[in-house]
């Protein structure tokens, strides 16, 4: 499903998304919604991900989230809580070491772009260690959230979404900064198709689990064992059918932790597969995993 080809309609796309939410969501909130809706959108556009991606995560400052929908912060902070229990965002605080202290600089937020289906919303562990911004230098420059409402919040006009406020936040900029695209990476969302395994249309498991394990192996930098990782996906797709458990959030952990310490150095030759594979071990679902029986529970890929 193409949401949208320009980021001229990205706004018009994200209204059309959110209009799915009109009995489940105030209006406020759902503005609130569509305002980070098109922010995933232009996001995803610029980073190049694949039309299918269901979740878009990026750092911005509630400030600006507020100046673009056109509200007080306070709304924002308010208004999460609605939309995390609709599973539709999950923002989190982002911190950094300034002057030697530890600052909150920002949050990181995940934005589902499906509200019909698919995995609530989540903030994997990864993107909260990445560093997006140099406070130092955005204080001396005047680039701070702050500065950005002494600026804008007078003269808003509230019934105009002005996504210019954020997207200076979640998209790149031409000097790195406030943030650098290095803290981004395509195989990083990717990943986040395990979560839309258990939940996606039975016709379309098999093209989606084998392009999460796919993404798996560029992940743990271990092309030979895809067929293992399907096997995996496969495994736990069938326990979650059966009401046995759900544990393809654990599974994104491990992953992305087995990431970090193969980037750290911490894996041998860099392959990060023997790690994962080891740790998976360990886990009390992988032997019932690897019970479960050789019977498709989707349709065969084309």
């Given at each position: 499903m193409v949401l949208f080809e320009t980021t001229?309609?990205?706004?018009?796309?994200?209204?059309?998304?959110?209009?799915?939410?009109a009995e489940t969501l105030s209006d406020t909130a759902r503005k609130i919604y569509t305002v980070l809706v098109a922010t995933g959108l232009e996001v995803s556009l610029e980073r190049q991900y694949s039309p299918k991606v269901t979740q878009v995560v990026f750092f911005a400052c509630a400030e600006s989230?507020?100046?673009?929908?056109?509200?007080?912060?306070?709304?924002?902070?308010?208004?999460?809580?609605?939309?995390?229990?609709?599973?539709?965002?999950?923002?989190?605080?982002?911190?950094?070491?300034?002057?030697?202290?530890?600052r909150l600089d920002g949050s990181v937020w995940a934005v589902r772009l499906t509200p019909t289906w698919g995995s609530a919303a989540r903030v994997p562990f990864d993107f909260l260690k990445k560093q997006y911004r140099c406070l130092g230098d955005d204080i001396e420059a005047g680039r701070t959230a702050y500065q950005q409402?002494?600026?804008?919040?007078?003269?808003?006009?509230?019934?105009?979404?002005?996504?210019?406020?954020?997207?200076?936040?979640?998209?790149?900029?031409?000097?790195?900064?406030?943030?650098?695209?290095?803290?981004r990476t395509t195989k990083r969302v990717d990943l986040e198709l395990i979560f839309d395994v258990p939940s996606v249309p039975k016709q379309d498991r098999a093209e989606t689990i084998f392009k999460a394990a796919k993404t798996m192996s560029a992940v743990l930098n271990d092309s030979r064992s895809t067929r293992f990782y399907m096997a995996v996906l496969w495994g736990l797709t069938k326990l979650r059918d059966r009401g046995a458990g759900d544990y393809f959030g654990t599974l994104h952990t491990m992953i992305s932790r087995c990431a970090a310490d193969v980037t750290e150095g911490w894996a041998r030759d860099g392959n990060g597969g023997a790690l994962f594979v080891s740790r998976l071990k360990d886990a009390p679902f992988f032997d019932e995993v690897m019970r479960q029986p050789l019977i498709r529970v989707g349709n065969r890929l084309a």
């Open positions: 001229d309609n990205a706004l018009d796309a994200a209204h059309a998304i959110a209009l799915r939410t989230v507020a100046l673009a929908v056109g509200v007080h912060p306070s709304t924002v902070y308010r208004k999460l809580p609605e939309l995390r229990q609709a599973g539709l965002v999950h923002a989190v605080g982002h911190f950094c070491t300034h002057n030697g202290r530890t409402m002494r600026e804008s919040y007078p003269t808003r006009d509230k019934l105009e979404i002005r996504l210019d406020h954020i997207l200076r936040w979640a998209l790149s900029t031409p000097d790195k900064n406030p943030v650098t695209f290095d803290s």
